[in-house]
């Protein structure tokens, strides 16, 4: 299944053989300390920068019923954010990961994208649609 929006994730999760667990990391766009004058310029035009995680949250696929919902979650839940990558864990025997079986691969995300390896990670913007590097 082609992935051309939040819900098509949680559509193909939904439809997993196992049961899932769906991993996400908020991110901001910040400007780093040894920033150029030509990167501030940028910066503050809306363009470049580094992304820096702003927070994390695992949810089965059971618990979202869409984007809209999820997005003004995340804007009551913590800083405004302009992208989030998700991930999914696959339960096993029928039983499906726990928070707590969240944890490391979520903190694994986070240090991906500190490092700007974002490999394995699906991105959206804030209106639920997939983001392209690149």
Same mark, same amino acid.
């Given at each position: ?8 994730? @949680? +559509?193909?999760?939904?439809? +997993? ?14 400007? !780093? ?8 310029? +940028? ?6 920068? %580094? ?14 019923? $869409? ?5 003004? %979650? ?5 800083? !405004?954010? #302009? ?6 864990? #696959? ?5 499906? !990961? ?8 979520? +903190? ?7 490092? $700007?390896? @974002? ?9 639920? %649609?997939?983001? #392209?590097?690149?």
């Amino acid at each position: 299944m082609e992935i051309t929006c939040f819900d098509d994730l @949680l +559509q193909a999760a939904r439809e +997993q053989p196992q049961p899932q667990r769906l991993l996400f990391v908020f991110a901001g766009a910040e400007l !780093p300390d040894n920033a150029t004058a030509l990167q501030r310029a +940028q910066f503050e035009a809306g363009e470049g920068g %580094e992304l820096a995680p702003l927070m994390c949250v695992d949810k089965a696929p059971e618990e979202l019923s $869409g984007f809209a919902v999820f997005a003004a %979650e995340a804007a009551q839940a913590g800083p !405004p954010w #302009s992208i989030v990558f998700a991930a999914a864990m #696959s339960g096993r025997d029928g039983v499906p !990961p726990t928070s707590r079986d969240a944890e490391a691969p979520l +903190q694994r995300m986070v240090d991906a994208i500190k490092a $700007g390896r @974002l490999d394995g990670m699906l991105p959206f913007d804030r209106r639920g %649609e997939p983001v #392209s590097f690149g």
